[in-house]
C-alpha cells in the first residue's frame, strides 16, 4: 500500500480547479476517506473525478475501501446587518437549547426577525421545544431550503428535518462540517433577518471550530447551571469561543433556583454562585438568572408565554442584549 503522503500526490495530478480538503488513511481496515473541494463541478466533471479518484485509491495504492465526498467552497458570506449569536456550554443538560429557542423568541416578541440553526447535530431538540412534530421542508426557485416557521415567529432550520425519523446520526468530523455547510449555503437566510442564534453542541469540539469559516464575527452567550461542575466545564467553551474571535456578550444562569410556592422563597436546589464564577473567569457580565420552571398546562413546547415568570426573565435578557448590541 502507498503511504498517505503518496495517495495526496497522486490525488493531486488529476484535479483541476479542485483541492484536497482532507485525506486520512485508515490502514487497519484497508480504508481511505478523502474530501474534495471546489467551488462547484458539473456531474460529468464530478463523475470522472470520482472515477479517477477511486482507480488511485484501490487499483493503483491497494486499499479496500473509499469514503469520497466532493463539497463545494465555502463562500465568504456576504455583508448584512444580521447579528449571530452562538449559544454554548460546556456540557449536556445545562438547558442550552432551551435558552436559544426562548431568547430567540423574546427577541421576536420584541419586533426583530430572527432565525434559529440547530447546529446541536448529534442531539438536536429545537423542534421539539418548538413544538413540531412534522417539520415541512420547501425550496425556493434557486433549489435552495427555505427556513420553517414557527408559531412564535422564529425561523428555524435542524438536522432533525433532514435525517430519518428516529436514525442517530453517525457522522465523524468532516462530514459534520459539510452539514454546517448547508445551514448556511443552501439555507435561505435572507438580508432582512436581525440576527440568527446558533444553537451549538455541548464541548469543545469539530463543530464550534467550524464556525468560524462561516460567522467569524459572531457574539457568544454561555449557559451554565450554578453546580460547580458544569460552571468549570462552561468556562472551557466560554474560552474556546475566545479562542475563535467571537466577543462573549455574557453569561446565563439556568435553574438557577426553584421559586417554592409554599414558602415564597428561592430555593437554591442545585447549589449557587455557578454563574458569577463563570462570568468572572471569562471577564464578563452574568445576564441572567433562569428559575426551575415548566411551561403553563396544556401548552405543547417548551416556550414560556410572555406572562409567565420565565417568560418575563428570557424578555429581560433580550432587552439586555439588544442594548448591548446598538
Known amino acids: 500500500m502507498r503511504s498517505e503522503q503518496e495517495v495526496r500526490n497522486a490525488i493531486e495530478l488529476v484535479l483541476e480547479d479542485e483541492v484536497i480538503k482532507h485525506l ?13 473541494e ?23 495504492s491497494g486499499f479496500k475501501g473509499l469514503k469520497l465526498s466532493i463539497e463545494k467552497k465555502i463562500v465568504e458570506r456576504e455583508s448584512s446587518t444580521t447579528k449571530y449569536i452562538t449559544v454554548t456550554s460546556g456540557k449536556g443538560g445545562v438547558g442550552k437549547s432551551s435558552v436559544s429557542a426562548n431568547l430567540a423568541v423574546s427577541l421576536a416578541r420584541l ?23 412534522e ?7 434557486k ?6 416557521s414557527t408559531v412564535d415567529g422564529v425561523y428555524i432550520i435542524s438536522t432533525d428535518f433532514l435525517t430519518e425519523d428516529d436514525l442517530p446520526l453517525m457522522w465523524r468530523g468532516p462530514m459534520l462540517g459539510r452539514m454546517l455547510g448547508h445551514f448556511f449555503n443552501d439555507v435561505v437566510w435572507d438580508d432582512d433577518f436581525d440576527f440568527i442564534i ?11 471550530l467550524d464556525l468560524k469559516n462561516f460567522i ?4 457568544a452567550i454561555v449557559v451554565t447551571t450554578p453546580n460547580k461542575m458544569a460552571s468549570n466545564i462552561a468556562i472551557k467553551s466560554g474560552m474556546m469561543a475566545k479562542h ?6 455574557g453569561v446565563v444562569e439556568n435553574m438557577s433556583y426553584y421559586l417554592n410556592p409554599a414558602t415564597n422563597s428561592e430555593d437554591k436546589i442545585f447549589g449557587s454562585g455557578g454563574g458569577n464564577f463563570v462570568a468572572t473567569s471569562l471577564e464578563t457580565e452574568l445576564l441572567a438568572e433562569i428559575p426551575i420552571s415548566q411551561v403553563k398546562e396544556g401548552y405543547d413546547s417548551g416556550i414560556f408565554a410572555i406572562h409567565e415568570e420565565n417568560g418575563m426573565v428570557y424578555l429581560g435578557l433580550a432587552n439586555k442584549l439588544l442594548k448591548k448590541l446598538q
Open 24 to 36: 486520512a488513511i485508515d490502514f487497519d481496515d484497508s480504508l481511505v476517506t478523502v474530501i474534495i
Open 38 to 60: 471546489n467551488e462547484g463541478l458539473d456531474v460529468s466533471r464530478e463523475k470522472v473525478l470520482s472515477r479517477n479518484i477511486a482507480k488511485i485509491v484501490k487499483l493503483d
Open 111 to 133: 419586533g426583530k426577525k430572527v432565525g434559529i440553526i440547530d447546529a446541536d447535530i448529534y442531539g438536536p431538540s429545537l423542534p421539539q421545544i418548538f413544538g413540531i412534530n
Open 135 to 141: 417539520p415541512t421542508i420547501t425550496m425556493n426557485e
Open 143 to 148: 433549489q435552495k431550503i427555505v427556513p420553517m
Open 198 to 208: 446558533v444553537d451549538l453542541p455541548p464541548g469543545t469540539g469539530d463543530i464550534p
Open 216 to 219: 467569524p464575527d459572531a457574539k
Open 244 to 249: 475563535l474571535g467571537h466577543d462573549i456578550l
